[in-house]
Nanobody, 115 residues
Framework: QVQLVESGGGLVQAGGSLRLSCAAS????????MAWYRQAPGKQRELVAR???????TYADSVKGRFTISRDNAKNMMYLQMNSLKAEDTAVYYC?????????WGQGTQVTVSS
């Protein structure tokens, strides 16, 4: 059983910053991939950033240079530092853990950027 709990969302003005956190617990294996996804109203869920246990990272083009994903494997934590936020970043942000072909999701945290 794996549990993922996101925190750190909120309301911020355009140009501001937020830092999201994801706490993972349960059966976490050493080799896995963790990621942040987001879903805006009326849109499909999309990948924001992904990092595997070898620290290989992938970012969506829309967030490159503004967002930074990081992990603390010793604490089973993942973070998303979001800078220079734009109105189009408004969405529910989800933590994702994928290990051995099984995907686990958190409940999501709302990020709202006012223009």
């Amino acid at each position: 059983q794996v549990q993922l709990v996101e925190s750190g969302g909120g309301l911020v003005q355009a140009g501001g910053s937020l830092r999201l956190s994801c706490a993972a617990s349960g059966s976490i294996f050493r080799i896995n991939t963790m990621a942040w996804y987001r879903q805006a109203p009326g849109k499909q869920r999309e990948l924001v950033a992904r990092q595997n246990s070898g620290d290989v990272t992938t970012y969506a083009d829309s967030v490159k240079g503004r967002f930074t994903i990081s992990r603390d494997n010793a604490k089973n934590m993942m973070y998303l530092q979001m800078n220079s936020l734009k109105a189009e970043d408004t969405a529910v942000y989800y933590c994702n853990l994928n290990q051995y072909g099984t995907a686990h999701w958190g409940q999501g945290t709302q990020v709202t950027v006012s223009s």
